[in-house]
């Protein structure tokens, strides 16, 4: 090994976590692929409008804030 391959592995720690970060991302769709339950769970919601909120169930709340 020499100290250019050595270079090479030096990675910055916000790199390597963001390349972890999308990795877990990848696998979890991944695994939507091949789950034969999958296409009945997301018929859930056309086939069950009345059990889904919306903005009037929850008037006070805004999106991507903390609750």
Do not use: I
């Not at 696998?27 to 909120?53: M, T, V, Y």
């Amino acid at each position: 090994m020499t100290a250019r391959d050595l270079e090479r592995l030096n990675v910055p720690l916000v790199d390597l976590t963001e390349a972890l970060r999308l990795q877990a991302g990848r696998l979890a769709e991944q695994a939507h692929l091949f789950d034969p339950c999958d296409a009945a769970f997301a018929r859930l919601a056309c086939d069950h409008g009345d059990r889904c909120s919306t903005p009037d169930t929850y008037p006070t709340w805004t999106p991507g804030r903390a609750s």
